[in-house]
C-alpha cells in the first residue's frame, strides 16, 4: 500500500498497523504514537490499514492524540470505580480540555476518601498493561448486551442511535465500554494521571433528570508534564476570581439571581474604567454608540433566524398578548437602527458600538461564577460595510483587538470557524464571506488555524483566544461576517450607480463581555491589577493620631487630582495596615509619621517593590497621575 506522511508517499505491507508502520519509521516515533489519522479519520494504533490513504501518526502534541490517552484513561477510571462498587450505573466518560471525566450514578455520594481509593485501583489496572479490544454488535444484540451488563444509561445512548447502525464497545479485562474509541492499544499506555474532583452533573445536562456523580481527572504522556500541570492549577486555585471577588469585594453571584452576577462598588469601579477605555478607543477608532432594548417582539427573532436556532436558550413573556424575548444578541436591535433611514455609499463603512445587555438560558451545571452566566454585557459593535470594504474593515478590527490585548499582557492564537451544518444562506455568500476573512488574516501574515464547521449560523467567523499569566486560554474576542442577516432584513444603501445594494455586516466583540473579561483579568493578574484598573489605587496609613492631619490633606489632595485613594487612620500597628493593604491588592501604600507629617511628605511603600523611599506630594501626584494614563 501507498501511504502518504506529512507530503512524502512510502510504500508499506498492506494490512500493517500504525503502530507497526510507526515503528519502521522510527523507535523514538513508536513510544510517543498514541493514535493515528487515516484520510483525516482519528483511528486506534491497532487498527489493520490496506490501500492507499493519507496517514499521520498523532503524539501528545496533538490534540487527538491527547484526548485519546485521556479518553483511555477515563475508562481505566471507570473500571476502577465498578472494581470498588459493582453497583455503580455508568454514564458517559469523555475527553475534555486538558483532561477527562466520567459520570456514575451511585447510591451514595463520592468522597475524597473514595478518591483517593480509585487512584491506588487505577494504578493496579495501569500497571497491568491489559490490552483495549474493539468489537461491534447490531443494534438489537448491543441492547440485550447492555441490557445484560445492568446498565441502563448505555441503553439509553443505543436507543438514540439509528436502527441500522452498527455499535462499537472496548473491552479491557474484566470491564467493557460502549464506545466509538480511539483508544490506546493497551491501559499501560495511561502512564501520568491524577483524579482532580468530583461535582454533580445531571444526566444529558438536564436539570430535570437524575443528579449523577461526576469524577474530573487529567492524563500526560510523562509525570514532568503532569506535575507542572498540577502545579499550574495549584495556582489557578489561589486565582479563582469566585474567590478573590468575594475578598476583594468586587462581585458575587447570591442563591437568589443564580447566573446574574451583583457588582459591588469597587467592582463597579473596575467595570466602568473597562468600559471608559472601550468607549474612549472606539471614539478615537471612528465607532458611534448606540443603545437597544433588552426585550423586543418575538417577531424580530423569527426574522432574524435565532427564534429557530437559539429559542432554548431565550427567556420570553407575554405583554398586550404579544410575545416578547429578553434578546441574547444584540444584533437584530441594531439592524432596526441602521434601518431607521436610507444611506449613501458614502456614509458607509457604518461602525456602531452598543454595550447590550443579553440574557441567555444556562443550565445551572454549566454556570461558573463570572465566566458563564445568564445575564452579561456584551462589547458589541455592527460594521455595515460595502463588499469593496470587507478587507480593510476586519484588517482594522484586528488591529483594535491586537491593541487591547497587548494592554493587558495577553497572548493570543487566532482561529478562524467556517460554514456549520445548520447554517443558513447561499454557498456563494459563505464562500465570499470566508474569503474576506482569509484574505485580511493573509494581508496581516496573522497565523491562524481553520475550525472547520464551527461558524455562526448566519456567518464564517475570527476567534481570538487569549493566553493568561498562567498558561491558560480564554475565547474571548470575535469577528463574524454576515451577509445572510442584510438579505433577511431587507438592508441597503444607495450605490454610486444610484441604485440599492445589499450591505455586508460586521459583527464583534473585543472583550467578549464584560463579564466574562474581568472574571479572566482577576485571575490573569491574581487581584492585583495595573494601577489604572485598581479599584483603590492608593492607601494612606499613619503610624501615630499626631500625623492624621497631614495624612487627611494629602487624601484630599490626590482626590483632587483624580485618584482613587482611601485612608486608613485607626489605632493598629503600621506593620498590621500594611499587610491589610497587601491583601486588598492595593498599588501603593503612604506611611506617614511625625518627620512625614512635619516635612509634608509620606513613605511609599509599592506593592510590587516594597519600599521605594520618601517623596513630597507633588512627587507623588505626578508619579500616579502618569502611570494611570500610560495605563502601567
Known amino acids: 500500500m501507498l501511504l502518504t506522511m506529512r507530503g512524502e508517499q512510502r510504500e508499506f505491507a498492506d494490512g500493517k498497523t500504525a503502530l507497526e508502520i510507526a515503528g519502521e519509521l522510527s523507535n523514538s516515533l513508536k513510544k510517543k504514537a498514541l493514535a493515528a489519522k487515516v484520510d483525516g479519520e482519528t483511528v486506534s494504533l491497532t487498527t489493520p490499514i490496506t490501500g492507499d490513504h493519507e496517514l499521520e501518526i498523532l503524539t501528545f502534541d496533538d490534540e487527538d492524540g491527547r484526548k485519546t490517552l485521556r479518553h483511555t484513561a477515563s475508562h481505566v477510571m471507570a473500571q476502577a470505580v465498578l472494581h470498588l462498587n459493582p453497583k455503580a450505573k455508568l454514564a458517559i466518560g469523555p475527553a475534555i480540555d486538558n483532561g477527562f471525566y466520567y459520570d456514575f450514578d451511585v447510591e451514595e455520594p463520592f468522597t475524597p476518601d473514595f478518591l483517593a481509593a480509585v487512584e491506588k485501583e487505577m494504578a493496579k489496572i495501569i500497571k497491568k498493561n491489559t490490552p483495549l479490544e474493539r468489537f461491534e454488535l447490531p443494534r438489537a444484540e448491543a441492547l440485550e448486551y447492555v441490557r445484560g451488563m445492568g446498565q441502563p444509561y448505555k441503553e439509553e445512548l443505543i436507543n438514540d442511535l439509528p436502527e441500522d447502525a452498527v455499535i462499537s464497545f472496548y473491552r479491557q479485562g474484566d470491564f467493557t465500554d460502549l464506545c466509538a474509541g480511539p483508544h490506546l492499544p493497551s491501559t499501560g499506555g495511561v502512564k501520568a494521571f491524577k483524579l482532580t474532583s468530583i461535582a454533580g452533573a445531571y444526566w444529558r445536562g438536564d436539570e430535570h433528570n437524575k443528579m449523577l456523580q461526576r469524577i474530573y481527572g487529567t492524563a500526560f504522556f510523562d509525570k514532568d508534564a503532569l506535575e507542572e500541570y498540577l502545579k ?320 487627611m490633606s494629602i487624601v484630599r489632595r490626590l482626590e483632587a487630582a483624580g485618584i482613587r485613594v482611601e485612608s486608613d487612620l485607626r489605632n493598629e500597628k503600621i506593620g498590621f495596615k500594611i499587610r491589610e493593604a497587601q491583601m486588598e491588592k492595593v498599588p501603593y501604600m503612604l506611611v506617614l509619621g511625625d518627620k512625614e507629617a512635619e516635612n509634608g511628605t509620606a513613605a511609599v511603600r509599592s506593592r510590587k517593590d516594597g519600599d521605594i523611599g520618601t517623596m513630597t506630594v507633588e512627587e507623588l501626584i505626578a508619579k500616579f497621575t502618569r502611570e494611570i494614563e500610560d495605563k502601567l
Open 232 to 551: 499550574r492549577m495549584e495556582e489557578a486555585k489561589k486565582r479563582d476570581h469566585r474567590k478573590l471577588g468575594r475578598e476583594l469585594d468586587l462581585f458575587a453571584i447570591f442563591d437568589e439571581g443564580p447566573g446574574f452576577p451583583f457588582f459591588f462598588p469597587k467592582g463597579m469601579v473596575l467595570r466602568n474604567e473597562l468600559e471608559g477605555y472601550w468607549r474612549k478607543i472606539h471614539r478615537e477608532n471612528g465607532y458611534v454608540e448606540c443603545r437597544t432594548p433588552i426585550m423586543l417582539n418575538i417577531k424580530l427573532w423569527e426574522e432574524s433566524g435565532h427564534w429557530d436556532h437559539y429559542k432554548d436558550n431565550m427567556y420570553t413573556t407575554v405583554i398586550d398578548d404579544q410575545k416578547f424575548a429578553l434578546k441574547p444578541m444584540n444584533c437584530p436591535g441594531g439592524i432596526l437602527v441602521y434601518k431607521r433611514k436610507n444611506w449613501s455609499y458614502r456614509e458607509l463603512p457604518l461602525r456602531m458600538g452598543e454595550l447590550g445587555i443579553v440574557h441567555r438560558h444556562e443550565l445551572s451545571g454549566a454556570m461558573h461564577g463570572l465566566m458563564r452566566v445568564r445575564c452579561f454585557t456584551q462589547d458589541d459593535a455592527h460594521l455595515f460595510i460595502t463588499p469593496e470594504q470587507i478587507k480593510d474593515e476586519v484588517i482594522g478590527v484586528h488591529k483594535l483587538d491586537d491593541m487591547v490585548y497587548k494592554l493587558f499582557g495577553f497572548k493570543y492564537r487566532v482561529e478562524l470557524s467556517t460554514r456549520p451544518e445548520n447554517s443558513m444562506g447561499t454557498d456563494e455568500m459563505w464562500e465570499q464571506a470566508t474569503n474576506g476573512l482569509k484574505g485580511a488574516l493573509d494581508e496581516l501574515g496573522v497565523e491562524y488555524t481553520i475550525n472547520e464547521g464551527d461558524g455562526a449560523f448566519y456567518g464564517p467567523k475570527i476567534d481570538y483566544h487569549l493566553e493568561d499569566s498562567i498558561g491558560r486560554t480564554w475565547q474571548c474576542g470575535t469577528i463574524q461576517l454576515d451577509m445572510n442577516m442584510p438579505e433577511r432584513f431587507d438592508m441597503n444603501y444607495i450605490g454610486p450607480d444610484g441604485e440599492k445594494h445589499r450591505p455586508v455586516m460586521l459583527h464583534r466583540t473585543i472583550y467578549g463581555s464584560i463579564e466574562r473579561f474581568i472574571g479572566i483579568l482577576t485571575e490573569h493578574f491574581a487581584g492585583a491589577f495595573p494601577m489604572w484598573l485598581s479599584p483603590v489605587q492608593v492607601k494612606v496609613m499613619t503610624i501615630t493620631n499626631r500625623a492624621d492631619e497631614a495624612a
